[in-house]
């Protein structure tokens, strides 16, 4: 691939663990839908899965560009993002690929989302203005899924505050 192709707009789908079967979780599923439907919307180039293979063997980046693909995103539009294994790590290690784009647009549940734009932001202080944040929130029978996220990201922010990541 030539990394120094620049796109107009990329989407970049937060990891989140395969089931230990190695079928998609709910939550993969829900950030690729909306990412599939950001993708289309804006017309974009590129779509990124990101997350290494951090609670069992399977590499969430390849979950959710199966999904991807199987809801239409042409194949040779996905990229993969395997090395990470939180979120700053999702950011970090995709940079080569969204570096050159003109608006990036990053999909998880809400508070995630911006966290994510956060850490993308002080790697790259440029795409001010160019990064859009795009959560979602799960339907009503996985609304636990919304206050686990809630409170799980609010902890991240805390734990950002003391010690920033690397």
Same mark, same amino acid.
């Given at each position: 691939m030539?990394?120094?192709?620049?796109f107009?707009?990329?989407?970049?789908?937060?990891?989140?663990? +395969?089931?230990?079967?190695? @079928?998609? $979780? !709910?939550?993969?599923?829900n #950030?690729?839908?909306?990412?599939?439907? %950001?993708?289309?919307?804006?017309?974009?180039?590129?779509?990124?899965?990101?997350?290494?293979?951090v609670?069992?063997?399977?590499?969430?980046?390849?979950t959710?560009a199966?999904?991807?693909?199987?809801?239409?995103?042409?194949?040779?539009?996905?990229?993969l993002?395997?090395?990470?294994?939180? +979120?700053?790590?999702?950011i @970090?290690? $995709? !940079?080569?690929?969204w570096q #050159?784009?003109?608006?990036?647009?990053? %999909?998880s549940?809400?508070?995630?989302?911006?966290?994510?734009?956060?850490?993308?932001?002080?790697?790259?202080?440029?795409?001010?203005?160019?990064?859009?944040?795009?959560?979602?929130?799960p339907?009503?029978?996985?609304?636990?899924?919304?206050?686990?996220?809630?409170?799980?990201?609010?902890?991240?922010?805390?734990?950002?505050?003391? $010690?920033?990541?690397?």
């Amino acid at each position: 691939m030539n990394l120094l192709v620049a796109f107009s707009c990329v989407v970049i789908v937060l990891g989140y663990p +395969t089931r230990d079967d190695g @079928k998609p $979780s !709910q939550l993969q599923k829900n #950030r690729v839908a909306r990412a599939v439907e %950001v993708f289309h919307n804006f017309k974009c180039d590129k779509l990124i899965t990101t997350g290494g293979a951090v609670a069992n063997p399977h590499f969430e980046s390849e979950t959710m560009a199966e999904i991807a693909i199987q809801k239409g995103i042409p194949a040779h539009r996905v990229s993969l993002e395997k090395q990470s294994r939180n +979120t700053y790590g999702n950011i @970090k290690f $995709s !940079q080569d690929l969204w570096q #050159r784009a003109e608006h990036i647009y990053i %999909v998880s549940e809400y508070f995630h989302a911006r966290r994510g734009k956060r850490y993308l932001l002080q790697l790259d202080p440029t795409k001010e203005g160019k990064t859009e944040a795009v959560g979602y929130t799960p339907p009503a029978h996985h609304y636990w899924l919304s206050v686990y996220s809630f409170l799980y990201n609010g902890a991240a922010w805390v734990k950002d505050a003391f $010690s920033p990541p690397k």
